[in-house]
C-alpha cells in the first residue's frame, strides 16, 4: 500500500518521503519507483513506529530538512492473528501502538509544520493540508463489543490477561477504531485551523498485511475479498489529492474512494477524546 501509494504521487510530481523501519527495504522501493515513474524526488525517513523515541527522531529529522508539509498518510498496518503479538518497545499491545499511538505521536510532531503550511507562513499562500489515516472495516467488524478495552492497553505484562482474551483479530479491530477516534479527534481540534483529517477502509487489499495470519485464513480470505493493490490506493488517494476531499474534514471513507458512515463508537466523542488522553499520556517524556 505504501509502496504503491508513493509511486503514484511521484509519477504525479509530488515530493515524497516514504518512511520505514528498514533502510534496505526502503531503498530497493524507492529504486522500484524511479525505474518505474523516471522520477527522483523521493527520500528516505527511518522511523519505528512501534518505538516512540525513534518517531520523534523522525519527525524531527523531516523537519530539519522541511519547513512545510502539505499531505501526511498514516499508512503503516501489522496484523496478528490468532495470535496476541509482539509488544511495542515501551511495551504496549503491537497493534494499537503502531497504528493509534505512532501514528498519533507523529502526526501530533509534525503538527507544527503542517500549521504553518496551512497558514502560509512558508509560501505566503494559506492552503488547506491533510491527514489521511488507514484503518480498516475491522473497527467495526472485529472490535470489541465495547469499543475500546482499556485494560488491554496497559504496558508489559499486566495487559496479556486481557489481549488474551480478546485474541488478535479483536486487537486488531479495537487498535483500526482507535485510528478512526484519534482522525475525528484530529478534525475536531485542528479543522479550524485548516487541517483536514480523513480515516479510510482502503478495501480487501492484497498486501504484505497478510503474512501473519494462518496461512489457511490468508488463502481464504484472498480469494473472497481481495483486490489489487494497485486499485487499493485509490481511496487513500482520493482522500490526499481530490478538490472534494477537502469537504470532508472528520469523514470516513471506504472503498473506493466513497462516504460511509463508520461504527457507532466511532461517533462517541467521549471515547475519541480519551483515546488521544491516552495517546498523549503516553507520549510524555519522548
Known amino acids: 500500500m505504501g509502496l504503491e501509494t508513493c509511486r503514484v504521487l511521484v509519477a504525479r510530481g509530488a515530493k515524497v518521503y516514504l518512511a520505514a523501519r528498514s533502510e534496505e527495504k526502503a531503498s530497493a522501493a524507492m529504486d522500484d519507483i524511479c525505474k ?93 493540508v491533510r491527514v489521511v489515516s488507514v484503518s480498516s472495516d475491522a473497527h467495526e467488524l472485529t472490535a470489541p463489543s465495547q469499543g475500546i478495552v482499556w485494560e488491554s492497553l496497559q504496558k508489559g505484562d499486566a495487559a496479556i490477561p486481557t489481549r488474551k482474551k480478546l485474541v488478535g483479530h479483536r486487537l486488531y479491530g479495537q487498535s483500526k477504531l482507535g485510528v478512526v477516534l484519534i482522525s475525528s479527534e484530529l478534525a475536531r481540534r485542528y479543522g479550524d485551523q485548516g487541517v483536514v483529517a480523513i480515516s479510510l477502509h482502503p478495501g480487501g487489499v492484497d498486501s504484505e498485511l497478510l503474512r501473519n495470519l494462518h496461512p489457511i485464513i490468508a488463502w481464504i480470505v484472498k480469494k473472497t475479498r481481495i483486490y489489487p493493490v494497485t486499485l487499493g490506493v485509490t481511496t487513500s488517494l482520493y482522500a490526499a489529492t481530490s478538490e472534494a476531499a477537502l469537504e470532508m474534514n472528520g469523514e470516513y471513507l471506504t472503498a473506493w474512494g466513497r462516504r460511509q458512515v463508520p461504527s457507532k463508537h466511532a461517533y462517541n466523542l467521549e471515547m475519541a477524546e480519551k483515546v488521544w488522553t491516552w495517546c498523549e499520556e503516553q507520549a510524555t517524556g519522548f
Open 36 to 128: 518505474s515513474t523516471g522520477k527522483k524526488d523521493i527520500h528516505f525517513l527511518k522511523i519505528d513506529l512501534a518505538d516512540l523515541a525513534s518517531v520523534r527522531k523522525a519527525a524531527e529529522e523531516y523537519m530539519s530538512k522541511e519547513l512545510e508539509l502539505h499531505v501526511l498518510i498514516n499508512n503503516a498496518g501489522v496484523l496478528y492473528s490468532p495470535g496476541i503479538g509482539p509488544q511495542t518497545t515501551q511495551g504496549y499491545d503491537i497493534q494499537f501502538g503502531v497504528h493509534v499511538l505512532g501514528h498519533y505521536f507523529f502526526t501530533k510532531l509534525l503538527m507544527p509544520t503542517l500549521l504553518r503550511t496551512a497558514e502560509g507562513e512558508v509560501s505566503g499562500a494559506p492552503c488547506l
